[in-house]
Protein backbone atom coordinates (compact mmCIF):
# COMPACT_ATOMS: atom_id res chain seq x y z
CA UNK A 1 0.00 0.00 0.00
CA UNK A 2 1.44 3.17 -0.70
CA UNK A 3 1.95 6.18 1.33
CA UNK A 4 -0.69 9.36 1.29
CA UNK A 5 0.53 12.27 0.92
CA UNK A 6 0.14 14.82 4.52
CA UNK A 7 0.59 17.82 3.04
CA UNK A 8 -2.14 17.44 -0.03
CA UNK A 9 -5.47 18.79 0.63
CA UNK A 10 -7.87 16.95 2.61
CA UNK A 11 -10.19 15.38 -0.25
CA UNK A 12 -7.18 14.48 -2.42
CA UNK A 13 -5.91 12.56 0.34
CA UNK A 14 -9.36 10.65 0.46
CA UNK A 15 -8.76 9.98 -2.90
CA UNK A 16 -5.02 8.45 -2.67
CA UNK A 17 -6.56 6.84 0.19
CA UNK A 18 -9.33 5.08 -1.75
CA UNK A 19 -7.52 4.52 -5.06
CA UNK A 20 -4.40 2.60 -2.47
CA UNK A 21 -7.23 0.50 -0.48
CA UNK A 22 -8.40 -1.21 -3.98
CA UNK A 23 -5.34 -0.47 -5.87
CA UNK A 24 -4.37 -4.53 -5.78
CA UNK A 25 -7.51 -6.19 -5.06
CA UNK A 26 -8.06 -7.51 -9.02
CA UNK A 27 -4.88 -9.63 -8.01
CA UNK A 28 -6.26 -10.70 -4.98
CA UNK A 29 -9.62 -11.64 -6.90
CA UNK A 30 -7.64 -13.34 -9.58
CA UNK A 31 -5.78 -15.60 -7.11
CA UNK A 32 -9.60 -16.16 -5.60
CA UNK A 33 -10.88 -17.11 -9.30
CA UNK A 34 -7.52 -19.26 -10.08
CA UNK A 35 -7.99 -21.84 -6.84
CA UNK A 36 -11.68 -21.96 -7.60
CA UNK A 37 -11.12 -23.44 -11.35
CA UNK A 38 -8.56 -25.55 -9.56
CA UNK A 39 -11.10 -26.57 -7.05
CA UNK A 40 -13.43 -27.38 -10.17
CA UNK A 41 -10.82 -29.42 -12.17
CA UNK A 42 -9.94 -31.56 -9.07
CA UNK A 43 -14.14 -32.28 -8.15
CA UNK A 44 -14.57 -33.36 -12.49
CA UNK A 45 -11.66 -35.05 -12.75
CA UNK A 46 -11.73 -37.36 -9.16
CA UNK A 47 -13.65 -40.44 -9.16
CA UNK A 48 -13.78 -40.59 -5.13
CA UNK A 49 -15.54 -37.08 -3.33
CA UNK A 50 -13.61 -35.72 -0.97
CA UNK A 51 -14.89 -34.23 2.03
CA UNK A 52 -12.60 -31.57 2.27
CA UNK A 53 -13.89 -30.13 -1.07
CA UNK A 54 -17.01 -29.33 0.36
CA UNK A 55 -15.30 -27.12 3.20
CA UNK A 56 -12.84 -25.92 0.51
CA UNK A 57 -16.09 -24.15 -1.65
CA UNK A 58 -18.28 -22.85 1.92
CA UNK A 59 -15.11 -21.01 2.96
CA UNK A 60 -14.78 -19.69 -0.75
CA UNK A 61 -18.21 -19.15 -0.59
CA UNK A 62 -18.28 -17.12 3.09
CA UNK A 63 -15.01 -15.27 1.95
CA UNK A 64 -16.96 -13.65 -1.14
CA UNK A 65 -19.62 -12.73 0.70
CA UNK A 66 -17.87 -10.42 3.15
CA UNK A 67 -15.72 -9.29 0.28
CA UNK A 68 -19.44 -8.72 -1.90
CA UNK A 69 -20.48 -6.44 1.45
CA UNK A 70 -16.99 -4.71 1.89
CA UNK A 71 -17.07 -3.19 -1.81
CA UNK A 72 -20.82 -2.83 -1.88
CA UNK A 73 -20.32 -0.49 1.06
CA UNK A 74 -16.99 0.64 -0.59
CA UNK A 75 -19.36 1.47 -3.90
CA UNK A 76 -22.11 3.29 -2.23
CA UNK A 77 -19.54 5.30 -0.19
CA UNK A 78 -17.23 6.17 -3.43
CA UNK A 79 -20.50 7.11 -5.25
CA UNK A 80 -21.50 9.64 -2.74
CA UNK A 81 -18.54 11.84 -3.10
CA UNK A 82 -18.46 11.06 -6.81
CA UNK A 83 -21.52 12.81 -7.25
CA UNK A 84 -20.48 15.65 -5.31
CA UNK A 85 -23.81 17.14 -4.02
CA UNK A 86 -22.22 19.70 -2.06
CA UNK A 87 -20.35 20.97 -4.73
CA UNK A 88 -16.84 20.74 -2.17
CA UNK A 89 -14.45 19.57 -4.60
CA UNK A 90 -12.97 20.84 -8.05
CA UNK A 91 -14.54 19.02 -10.91
CA UNK A 92 -11.32 17.47 -11.57
CA UNK A 93 -11.11 15.65 -8.53
CA UNK A 94 -14.62 14.72 -9.06
CA UNK A 95 -13.56 12.89 -11.89
CA UNK A 96 -11.08 10.89 -10.26
CA UNK A 97 -13.66 10.32 -7.30
CA UNK A 98 -16.01 8.51 -10.13
CA UNK A 99 -12.81 6.63 -11.46
CA UNK A 100 -12.26 4.89 -8.28
CA UNK A 101 -15.81 4.56 -7.82
CA UNK A 102 -15.93 2.39 -11.45
CA UNK A 103 -12.76 0.32 -10.23
CA UNK A 104 -14.87 -0.22 -6.99
CA UNK A 105 -18.18 -1.25 -9.01
CA UNK A 106 -15.67 -3.09 -11.88
CA UNK A 107 -14.68 -5.06 -8.36
CA UNK A 108 -18.14 -5.83 -6.57
CA UNK A 109 -19.10 -7.52 -10.63
CA UNK A 110 -15.92 -9.21 -10.51
CA UNK A 111 -16.88 -10.57 -6.97
CA UNK A 112 -20.60 -11.49 -7.73
CA UNK A 113 -19.39 -13.31 -10.69
CA UNK A 114 -17.03 -15.83 -8.59
CA UNK A 115 -19.80 -15.66 -6.13
CA UNK A 116 -21.80 -16.99 -9.13
CA UNK A 117 -18.94 -19.55 -9.95
CA UNK A 118 -18.41 -21.08 -6.86
CA UNK A 119 -22.16 -22.10 -6.77
CA UNK A 120 -21.56 -23.86 -10.56
CA UNK A 121 -18.72 -25.24 -8.80
CA UNK A 122 -20.82 -26.33 -5.89
CA UNK A 123 -23.53 -28.01 -7.87
CA UNK A 124 -21.15 -30.01 -9.88
CA UNK A 125 -19.59 -31.28 -6.43
CA UNK A 126 -23.22 -32.30 -5.18
CA UNK A 127 -23.44 -33.97 -8.76
CA UNK A 128 -20.28 -35.74 -8.78
CA UNK A 129 -22.00 -37.16 -5.18
CA UNK A 130 -25.45 -37.82 -6.67
CA UNK A 131 -23.62 -40.10 -9.49
CA UNK A 132 -21.41 -42.03 -6.79
CA UNK A 133 -24.52 -42.80 -4.88
CA UNK A 134 -26.48 -43.58 -7.88
CA UNK A 135 -23.78 -46.16 -8.81
CA UNK A 136 -24.09 -47.43 -5.16
CA UNK A 137 -27.19 -48.05 -5.62
CA UNK A 138 -27.21 -49.58 -8.40
CA UNK A 139 -24.72 -52.15 -7.57
CA UNK A 140 -27.03 -52.86 -4.38
CA UNK A 141 -30.34 -52.95 -6.68
CA UNK A 142 -28.45 -55.89 -9.00
CA UNK A 143 -26.98 -57.83 -5.86
CA UNK A 144 -30.76 -57.84 -4.37
CA UNK A 145 -32.30 -58.74 -7.50
CA UNK A 146 -29.77 -61.84 -8.11
CA UNK A 147 -30.24 -63.09 -4.17
CA UNK A 148 -34.25 -62.37 -4.57
CA UNK A 149 -34.78 -65.62 -6.21
CA UNK A 150 -32.89 -67.64 -4.19
CA UNK A 151 -35.28 -66.00 -1.02
CA UNK A 152 -38.24 -66.83 -2.58
CA UNK A 153 -36.98 -70.51 -3.03
CA UNK A 154 -36.09 -70.08 0.72
CA UNK A 155 -39.25 -69.51 2.11
CA UNK A 156 -41.13 -71.96 -0.50
CA UNK A 157 -39.23 -74.58 1.86
CA UNK A 158 -39.70 -73.25 4.74
CA UNK A 159 -43.08 -73.99 4.67
CA UNK A 160 -44.83 -77.43 6.22
CA UNK A 161 -45.72 -78.99 3.18
CA UNK A 162 -44.47 -82.07 1.80
CA UNK A 163 -42.63 -80.97 -1.20
CA UNK A 164 -42.77 -83.57 -4.31
CA UNK A 165 -38.56 -82.96 -4.23
CA UNK A 166 -38.35 -84.57 -0.64
CA UNK A 167 -38.98 -88.06 -1.85
CA UNK A 168 -36.99 -87.92 -5.59
CA UNK A 169 -33.47 -88.81 -4.65
CA UNK A 170 -32.11 -85.41 -6.75
CA UNK A 171 -34.66 -83.32 -5.63
CA UNK A 172 -32.13 -80.92 -3.22
CA UNK A 173 -29.17 -80.94 -6.20
CA UNK A 174 -31.93 -80.03 -8.67
CA UNK A 175 -32.81 -76.85 -6.32
CA UNK A 176 -29.32 -76.06 -5.91
CA UNK A 177 -28.72 -76.25 -9.78
CA UNK A 178 -31.77 -74.13 -10.23
CA UNK A 179 -30.72 -71.59 -7.80
CA UNK A 180 -27.35 -71.50 -9.33
CA UNK A 181 -28.36 -70.75 -13.16
CA UNK A 182 -31.01 -68.54 -11.68
CA UNK A 183 -28.38 -66.54 -10.06
CA UNK A 184 -25.65 -67.29 -13.39
CA UNK A 185 -28.41 -65.94 -15.58
CA UNK A 186 -29.13 -62.89 -13.17
CA UNK A 187 -25.33 -61.68 -13.56
CA UNK A 188 -24.98 -62.27 -17.42
CA UNK A 189 -28.30 -60.31 -17.62
CA UNK A 190 -26.86 -57.36 -15.96
CA UNK A 191 -23.42 -57.52 -17.54
CA UNK A 192 -25.25 -57.80 -20.93
CA UNK A 193 -27.08 -54.03 -20.06
CA UNK A 194 -23.94 -52.52 -18.37
CA UNK A 195 -25.55 -51.96 -15.23
CA UNK A 196 -22.72 -53.52 -13.40
Request: glycine share 2%; net charge negative.
Amino acid sequence: MTAVDETAAPLSQLLAFFSALTSNDVYDLEKIENSITELEECILTDKRMNADRSQSIIALRRKLLKMKRYYEQLSFVLSELAENENNTMPPELQKRFAAVDRRSDYLLNFVLHLREYTTQVREAYQAQIDIEQNQIMKLFTVITTVFLPLTLIVGWYGMNFKMPEYEWEWGYASVIIISACICIAGVLIFKKKRWF
